[in-house]
């Protein structure tokens, strides 16, 4: 699902990063969806980083509510998925402001099938090269988050 169109207005302007953490193995998995590691969808090729508006969040880009779209549209179980509310980017396009959201699978084993059954494969971030430079910084955030004990 690679597309945008038919999803909630709450996914429109937003955009997911999926990942899979095992502090065991401490392997780090993320899913891609033919280039991007983006969810529903990559960013427009001109979209460039920005800061966080100054004023609240508005609803359209609500954290939990965005969580709960991406549950219910790619059928998950939200008690398995937890959201990252610090993680906080954002990306200017020509439809306005999109933010990008973390949400971590909390299962023992990353979910693999439940990817590959809405189009991902879940990949360590060394075989994600090739990637847009843009996406990867954020998967090293993330990184540096989990394993680095940075977040």
């Known amino acids: 699902m690679n597309n945008t169109m038919n999803l909630p207005d709450s996914l429109a302007h937003n955009r997911v990063i999926f990942t899979h ?82 949400l971590r699978f909390t299962t023992p084993d990353a979910p693999k099938a439940t990817m590959a059954a809405l189009g991902g494969e879940m990949k360590p971030m060394s075989l994600l090269r090739g990637s847009a430079m843009s996406e990867l910084a954020l998967l090293r955030e993330v990184y540096n988050r989990l394993v680095g004990g940075t977040g």
């Open 21 to 102: 953490f095992d502090s065991y193995s401490m392997a780090l998995l993320f899913p891609r969806w033919g280039t991007t590691l983006l969810w529903p969808a990559a960013l427009p090729e001109n979209a460039t980083p920005m800061a966080a508006p100054p004023a609240e969040v508005g609803p359209e880009h609500a954290s939990d509510a965005v969580k709960q779209a991406a549950v219910d549209a790619c059928g998950l179980n939200a008690d398995e998925v937890e959201l990252a509310p610090d993680f906080n980017h954002w990306a200017q396009t020509p439809d306005g402001p999109v933010r990008i959201h973390l």
